[in-house]
């Protein structure tokens, strides 16, 4: 894993979870696959292998470009922007 550019950016310490799930997910009466944090604010969403893929969603609409896995035991994160993990 590396460093990318949009680290440096992110707020320390990182962000409180706004909730336990997805909530475009309960709002569409969906079922997420996996979460994700958003590493900015604190949203969370499905991941890509959900059906609504809110987590790219999020990235989309606010250019919030690093998100980290919200699932037990995992710590890895990912920048949008740079397509990898970082």
Do not use: K, N
């Not at 475009?24 to 604010?41: D, E, I």
């Not at 499905?46 to 059906?51: A, F, G, R």
């Not at 998100?67 to 740079?82: A, L, T």
């Amino acid at each position: 894993m590396s460093e990318c550019v949009h680290i440096a950016d992110l707020p320390r310490p990182e962000p409180a979870p706004r909730g336990d799930t997805c909530p475009a997910c309960l709002a569409v009466g969906s079922h997420p696959v996996q979460l994700r944090l958003c590493l900015v604010c604190g949203q969370i969403g499905c991941c890509d292998s959900s059906p609504y893929r809110h987590a790219t969603g999020h990235f989309e609409e606010t250019g919030h470009a690093v998100m980290r896995s919200f699932e037990p035991g995992e710590s890895w994160r990912w920048c949008y922007v740079d397509g990898s993990i970082v």
